[in-house]
C-alpha cells in the first residue's frame, strides 16, 4: 500500500495495476480468515439433529440373564423403535461393573456408546484403589431408569413380629444378628450397615456369592437374616418361609403393598439404600443428544407395557431429568463414600 500513495496525484498504469493486485489479494485474504476464524454451532447442531444415525452400542456391566442384562435390553427393545436404530447390547463383565465403566467412559462422546449403570458407579470408587472414575465429571449423566428396592427378611423363628419389635430385641440377645450379605457395598449390604447404626448394635456379616444361596440359609435358620432385592425374596415371603419387616426406597414395593417402607416406620436413612439402575454416556456428550435421549427415555418409561414389565423384575419405573441425575449421583458418591470410610468396608473384606 506504501507504493500506492508515496507518489504524487499524478497516478500512472503500473499504480492501478499495483493497486488491482493489492484489493484481490486482500480480498483473498479476508475471505481465507473469514472461513478459518468463523464458528460452527450451526453445523454441529445439523449434524447432532440427526442424531441417531447408525447403532448405537448399549454397554451393561453384568452377565446376560442377570437383572442389569433385563434392563439393558428392555430398554434396548423399547428406545430403539423411538430412536429409528437398531441399539446392540453389549455385556461386559466384570470387577463390579468397573469393567464397562471404564470403556464408556474413554469412548467417543457422540452418542453410540452408552451404558446401564447401578449404585456401583458411585461405590466402586471407594473400594477399588484402582478405580479414579468420577461417577459425574468422567460421565454425562442421562437420566434414572428404575429402583430395585430391598426388603428386610428374617427367618420366621427369630423374634419380632414388626421392625420395632425385631430392632428392640436385637439389644438383648446374646449373639450378633447374622446378615447374608451378597455383594460387596452393593445395596443390601449398606442396608444392613445403615440398619445396625440406626438398632445401634453389630451384626455379624456372612458373604454369599448370590440371593439364591444366602436366602436359603436364611430359611434353613443357618443365618438370621438378608436384605436381598424385592423380587428374589418375593417367593420365599409369599409361602411364609420368610418375614418380611420393610423395604427400602421412597415408596412401597407394587409386589409387596402391605410392606411398608423403612422411612413410613421412623428409619428414614436406610431408605437411601435402595438400589437403582441408571443410564449415562461419556463425558463431554452434546447437551442436544443428552436431552433427546432423556426425553426419549422418559418417555417410554410411562408407557403401561413397559411400567408392567419392570414391575414384574421387582423393578420401579423412575426417571430424572439429566440434571437431576448429575446432582443425585453426586450426593450418592459423597453419602456412600462417608458410609464406606466410615464402616472400614474394604473390596476383599467380602
Do not use: C
Given at each position: 500500500?506504501?507504493?500506492?500513495?508515496?507518489?504524487?496525484?499524478?497516478?500512472?498504469?503500473?499504480?492501478?495495476?499495483?493497486?488491482?493486485?493489492?484489493?484481490?489479494?486482500?480480498?483473498?485474504?479476508?475471505?481465507?480468515?473469514?472461513?478459518?476464524?468463523?464458528?460452527?454451532?450451526?453445523?454441529?447442531?445439523?449434524?447432532?439433529?440427526?442424531?441417531?444415525?447408525?447403532?448405537?452400542?448399549?454397554?451393561?456391566?453384568?452377565?446376560?440373564?442377570?437383572?442389569?442384562?433385563?434392563?439393558?435390553?428392555?430398554?434396548?427393545?423399547?428406545?430403539?423403535?423411538?430412536?429409528?436404530?437398531?441399539?446392540?447390547?453389549?455385556?461386559?463383565?466384570?470387577?463390579?461393573?468397573?469393567?464397562?465403566?471404564?470403556?464408556?467412559?474413554?469412548?467417543?462422546?457422540?452418542?453410540?456408546?452408552?451404558?446401564?449403570?447401578?449404585?456401583?458407579?458411585?461405590?466402586?470408587?471407594?473400594?477399588?484403589?484402582?478405580?479414579?472414575?468420577?461417577?459425574?465429571?468422567?460421565?454425562?449423566?442421562?437420566?434414572?431408569?428404575?429402583?430395585?428396592?430391598?426388603?428386610?427378611?428374617?427367618?420366621?423363628?427369630?423374634?419380632?413380629?414388626?421392625?420395632?419389635?425385631?430392632?428392640?430385641?436385637?439389644?438383648?440377645?446374646?449373639?450378633?444378628?447374622?446378615?447374608?450379605?451378597?455383594?460387596?457395598?452393593?445395596?443390601?449390604?449398606?442396608?444392613?450397615?445403615?440398619?445396625?447404626?440406626?438398632?445401634?448394635?453389630?451384626?455379624?456379616?456372612?458373604?454369599?456369592?448370590?440371593?439364591?444361596?444366602?436366602?436359603?440359609?436364611?430359611?434353613?435358620?443357618h443365618v438370621d437374616a438378608s436384605m436381598p432385592t424385592v423380587v428374589a425374596a418375593l417367593a420365599g415371603i409369599k409361602s411364609g418361609k420368610l418375614r418380611a419387616f420393610a423395604v427400602t426406597g421412597s415408596q412401597r414395593s407394587p409386589l409387596l403393598p402391605d410392606v411398608p417402607t423403612f422411612a413410613e416406620l421412623g428409619v428414614s436413612t436406610i431408605g437411601t439404600a435402595s438400589g437403582w439402575y441408571g443410564l449415562v454416556a461419556p463425558p463431554g456428550l452434546p447437551r442436544e443428544i443428552a436431552e433427546k435421549l432423556n426425553h426419549e427415555i422418559r418417555k417410554i418409561m410411562e408407557t403401561p407395557e413397559i411400567r408392567?414389565?419392570?414391575?414384574?423384575?421387582?423393578?420401579?419405573?423412575?426417571?430424572?431429568?439429566?440434571?437431576?441425575?448429575?446432582?443425585?449421583?453426586?450426593?450418592?458418591?459423597?453419602?456412600?463414600?462417608?458410609?464406606?470410610?466410615?464402616?472400614?468396608?474394604?473390596?476383599?473384606?467380602?
Open positions: 500500500m506504501h507504493r500506492i500513495f508515496k507518489k504524487s496525484k499524478q497516478w500512472h498504469s503500473e499504480d492501478f495495476v499495483e493497486t488491482a493486485h493489492y484489493w484481490r489479494y486482500a480480498a483473498s485474504a479476508l475471505t481465507a480468515a473469514a472461513l478459518s476464524f468463523s464458528p460452527l454451532p450451526a453445523a454441529t447442531a445439523a449434524d447432532n439433529s440427526n442424531y441417531p444415525v447408525k447403532a448405537i452400542s448399549l454397554l451393561v456391566g453384568f452377565s446376560p440373564g442377570g437383572s442389569g442384562d433385563f434392563v439393558a435390553r428392555a430398554i434396548a427393545q423399547y428406545l430403539s423403535p423411538a430412536l429409528g436404530q437398531t441399539i446392540v447390547v453389549e455385556n461386559r463383565p466384570g470387577a463390579n461393573g468397573l469393567i464397562a465403566a471404564s470403556l464408556t467412559a474413554a469412548a467417543k462422546p457422540d452418542g453410540y456408546t452408552l451404558l446401564v449403570t447401578t449404585m456401583g458407579l458411585t461405590t466402586n470408587p471407594h473400594l477399588y484403589s484402582t478405580n479414579k472414575l468420577d461417577p459425574v465429571k468422567d460421565f454425562t449423566p442421562i437420566t434414572m431408569i428404575a429402583d430395585v428396592p430391598n426388603v428386610l427378611v428374617t427367618n420366621p423363628a427369630i423374634p419380632g413380629t414388626d421392625l420395632q419389635s425385631f430392632l428392640d430385641q436385637l439389644k438383648v440377645r446374646d449373639t450378633p444378628l447374622s446378615v447374608a450379605t451378597t455383594g460387596q457395598a452393593a445395596p443390601g449390604h449398606l442396608a444392613s450397615e445403615l440398619l445396625q447404626r440406626a438398632a445401634g448394635v453389630d451384626f455379624e456379616f456372612v458373604a454369599y456369592r448370590g440371593s439364591a444361596p444366602a436366602l436359603t440359609d436364611v430359611i434353613a435358620g408392567d414389565h419392570f414391575l414384574t423384575q421387582g423393578a420401579t419405573p423412575h426417571t430424572m431429568t439429566t440434571t437431576e441425575m448429575s446432582d443425585y449421583l453426586s450426593e450418592e458418591y459423597r453419602h456412600w463414600g462417608d458410609i464406606i470410610r466410615q464402616s472400614g468396608i474394604k473390596a476383599s473384606s467380602q
